[in-house]
């Protein structure tokens, strides 16, 4: 009896059943659709796979925070410097364009470095050593004073200042360093991230764009 009723019913009222069978395959429907989209823009718009769902997370090592943009420029002199680019962007943008990459983030960014002002991010260790040479002149006047010697001597200042540095833009805030002061001449982006060979079992890195250049390289 209960069973006729049950067939009756359905013959009845036909939306009810379509509805229950919507409310169980919807979700696992949106599901598998969101996994798609998801492993189709990896493969073809360089998502993370870590974003998107997350359905890549355990499975790769290319989170956003592992890929980076190699910044190359040239100074005002024709000299090669290295540029952090991260700087000089907000945190929003840098968390957007480390999960989707795109070539026209980096068109759009390298013009803003050109004829702009540059200061290595060791800035202010810079100006405390500065300061420290000018009030101690014959503890600091050797410029050949081996790194270690000079970390030993002043445990604020954690790297020599005259090694190679990373350069940013300058700010208002920065102190007063002119001998820093570089002019970015000429730029070049390109995105890079970090791979793993399963086989080798070792890490590489992979470009992820084209090189995108400003200014003038001659």
Request: no cysteine.
């Amino acid at each position: 009896m209960d069973r006729f009723r049950s067939t009756n019913w359905t013959r009845r009222y036909p939306h009810g059943r379509m509805q229950r069978i919507i409310e169980r395959g919807l979700p696992a429907a949106i599901l598998v659709l969101v996994a798609l989209l998801q492993i189709y823009l990896t493969q073809t718009a360089n998502l993370s796979p870590w974003k998107g769902g997350g359905f890549g997370m355990f499975g790769a090592i290319d989170a956003p925070a592992m890929r980076v943009i190699q910044a190359e420029a040239l100074d005002q002199d024709g000299n090669s410097i290295q540029l952090d680019v991260y700087s000089a962007l907000d945190d929003r943008t840098i968390r957007r364009i480390r999960t989707l990459p795109r070539q026209s983030d980096l068109e759009q960014i390298a013009p803003q470095f050109v004829a702009q002002f540059v200061v290595p991010t060791t800035v202010e260790r810079q100006a405390i050593y500065e300061k420290l040479q000018l009030e101690n002149p014959d503890l600091l006047g050797d410029q050949n004073l081996p790194p270690d010697r000079i970390t030993n001597l002043l445990p604020d200042l954690p790297t020599h200042p005259l090694a190679q540095p990373l350069y940013r833009l300058k700010t208002m805030y920065d102190p007063d360093v002119p001998a820093a002061v570089k002019t970015v001449k000429a730029i070049r982006l390109q995105w890079w991230r970090l791979r793993f060979d399963h086989v080798q079992h070792q890490l590489w890195a992979e470009p992820l764009s084209q090189v995108v250049e400003a200014g003038a390289w001659q």
